[in-house]
């Protein structure tokens, strides 16, 4: 595609990270420097953006999983992808977790913190977290078409695997033809994926401008030292575990941060896992070069439940309010902190600050309840954007991982080559 130019002869201005690089630092200045009048004047080209891409998720997940399904061929390979798949997801959330664990208990960001003097934010609609049970009932739609209409994506995932699935075993002359028919409607949106992010520089600059307008900068000083922590830990998973991981399977991690810069600018930007799927997924498709059966299966599930950066937030969140309130956790709390923030991210949507609604799960199952935690939660959620645009990011960069790591060991060889 001519304006989607990757080649290395285009100049350097002309490539599309570039681009949106950017974007992301020039709306970061005019947001500074203008404040609202500049979110005004360039805030709605953010707001198209992201309502193009919500546009395509429904078709993108539905076609591409029946497509990658029904390539996997026999439910005993289905049953080997799956279980890598949700391994990938338990190990990594995991290890976000414990070193999220090891450093707030090192650093202590909220020993001696003074919270009462900081304004106490709104909080985002609160819908009952789910609990687990919950979640496995809600991946069985009622209605698939609902389920498409409503962009219900568990369910629509649901579907599509079984569709994908008994699609093999159909006799062949319908077999070719509806496969054919998937196949197509995939290809097609993987081109309508293209086009749309060639906008994403405008995109992006209006959603940069809206998001450093709208963050004030008093309340970072009280929550400079739990913000930092927070990021150290979100730095490590994303420069050292996950790299390591990748290492383990063979892939030259900075091959793999370049093919999938794009989508970690997206994730950075809109702060939603769900919004920057299409660019992911068409990243691990044509930069990756995994196939359409690994990425089916891993991108889409990964991104309503494969949340690393969210799971290391969930953790050090609780544990920081627990340290402001000096509400002593035993070895045995911190496990339970342990098991809630890892179900917490699984249950996030991958919208903005859906990481902090959950974090009540958490607070609940140490027994950390009152006004008091409500009005931490509450100024935690003021500075809340920038840590959610760093976790989303992280959340996005596991997700490819996942699916050029078990690509990998399916063994596919032109995964990150280039
Ligand atoms: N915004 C995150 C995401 O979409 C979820 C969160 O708030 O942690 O991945």
Same mark, same amino acid.
């Given at each position: 595609?001519?304006?989607?130019?990757?080649?290395?002869?285009?100049?350097?201005?002309?490539?599309?990270?570039?681009?949106?690089?950017?974007?992301?630092?020039?709306?970061?200045?005019?947001?500074?420097?203008?404040?609202?009048? $500049?979110?005004?004047?360039?805030?709605?080209?953010?707001?198209?953006?992201?309502?193009?891409?919500?546009?395509?998720?429904? #078709?993108?997940?539905?076609?591409?999983?029946?497509?990658?399904?029904?390539?996997?061929?026999?439910?005993?390979?289905?049953?080997?992808? =799956?279980?890598?798949?949700?391994?990938?997801?338990?190990?990594?959330?995991?290890?976000?977790?414990?070193?999220g664990?090891?450093?707030v208990?090192?650093?202590q960001p909220g020993a001696?913190a003074?919270i009462?003097?900081a304004?106490?934010?709104?909080?985002?609609?609160?819908?009952?977290?789910?609990?687990?049970?919950?979640?496995?009932?809600?991946?069985?739609?009622?209605? #698939?078409?609902?389920?498409?209409?409503?962009?219900?994506?568990?369910?629509?995932?649901?579907?599509?695997?079984?569709?994908?699935?008994?699609?093999?075993?159909?006799?062949?002359?319908?077999?070719?033809?509806?496969? =054919?028919?998937?196949?197509? =409607?995939?290809?097609?949106?993987?081109?309508?994926?293209?086009?749309?992010?060639?906008?994403?520089?405008?995109?992006?600059?209006?959603?940069?401008?809206?998001?450093?307008?709208?963050?004030?900068?008093?309340?970072?000083?009280?929550l400079?030292?739990y913000?930092?922590t927070l990021? =150290?830990?979100?730095?490590?998973?994303?420069?050292?575990?996950?790299?390591?991981?990748?290492?383990?399977?063979?892939? +030259? #991690?900075?091959?793999?941060?370049?093919?999938?810069?794009?989508?970690?600018?997206?994730?950075?930007?809109?702060?939603?896992?769900?919004?920057?799927?299409?660019?992911?997924?068409?990243?691990?498709?044509?930069?990756?070069?995994?196939?359409?059966?690994?990425?089916?299966?891993?991108?889409?599930?990964?991104?309503?439940?494969?949340?690393?950066?969210? $799971?290391?937030y969930e953790c050090v969140g609780v544990i920081f309010i627990a340290q402001v309130l000096d509400f002593g956790l035993?070895?045995?709390a911190q496990?339970?902190v342990?098991?809630t923030a890892?179900?917490a991210?699984?249950?996030?949507?991958?919208?903005?600050?859906?990481?902090l609604?959950?974090i009540f799960i958490v607070t609940e199952a140490i027994n950390l309840r009152g006004p008091e935690v409500a009005v931490i939660i509450g100024t935690m959620l003021?500075?809340?954007?920038?840590?959610?645009?760093? +976790?989303?990011?992280?959340?996005?960069?596991?997700?490819?991982?996942?699916?050029?790591?078990?690509?990998?060991?399916?063994?596919?060889?032109?995964?990150?080559?280039?």
């Amino acid at each position: 595609m001519s304006g989607q130019n990757h080649s290395s002869r285009s100049p350097w201005y002309a490539r599309l990270h570039v681009q949106i690089l950017l974007a992301m630092a020039a709306g970061a200045l005019l947001g500074l420097l203008f404040g609202d009048t $500049a979110a005004w004047l360039l805030g709605w080209m953010g707001t198209i953006f992201i309502r193009l891409l919500r546009m395509i998720i429904v #078709p993108l997940i539905f076609t591409s999983i029946v497509t990658g399904v029904a390539s996997v061929g026999s439910a005993r390979n289905l049953g080997r992808l =799956g279980a890598k798949t949700l391994g990938y997801y338990l190990l990594t959330s995991l290890l976000a977790i414990l070193t999220g664990l090891v450093l707030v208990n090192v650093i202590q960001p909220g020993a001696g913190a003074d919270i009462g003097g900081a304004r106490q934010a709104e909080m985002p609609e609160l819908r009952t977290p789910n609990s687990l049970a919950e979640i496995f009932l809600r991946l069985i739609p009622t209605n #698939p078409v609902a389920a498409l209409a409503g962009g219900d994506v568990l369910g629509i995932i649901f579907f599509g695997i079984l569709l994908g699935v008994f699609l093999t075993q159909l006799p062949e002359a319908h077999r070719s033809r509806i496969g =054919g028919l998937f196949q197509s =409607g995939f290809e097609l949106m993987m081109l309508l994926t293209g086009g749309i992010i060639r906008l994403a520089p405008l995109g992006v600059l209006g959603l940069m401008t809206r998001a450093v307008a709208e963050t004030g900068f008093e309340t970072f000083r009280v929550l400079g030292i739990y913000m930092a922590t927070l990021a =150290g830990g979100l730095t490590l998973h994303l420069f050292v575990t996950l790299p390591l991981l990748l290492l383990l399977a063979g892939i +030259r #991690p900075w091959v793999h941060f370049r093919n999938v810069s794009e989508a970690m600018a997206m994730a950075f930007s809109t702060a939603s896992s769900s919004a920057t799927l299409p660019v992911t997924m068409r990243a691990v498709e044509k930069r990756v070069g995994a196939s359409n059966k690994v990425t089916s299966f891993v991108l889409p599930m990964g991104a309503t439940i494969n949340m690393d950066g969210t $799971a290391l937030y969930e953790c050090v969140g609780v544990i920081f309010i627990a340290q402001v309130l000096d509400f002593g956790l035993s070895f045995q709390a911190q496990v339970v902190v342990v098991l809630t923030a890892l179900l917490a991210s699984i249950g996030a949507a991958g919208i903005p600050s859906a990481g902090l609604v959950m974090i009540f799960i958490v607070t609940e199952a140490i027994n950390l309840r009152g006004p008091e935690v409500a009005v931490i939660i509450g100024t935690m959620l003021a500075v809340d954007r920038p840590l959610d645009m760093y +976790r989303t990011m992280i959340n996005v960069f596991s997700d490819t991982c996942g699916a050029a790591i078990i690509a990998r060991t399916e063994g596919e060889k032109g995964v990150d080559v280039s």
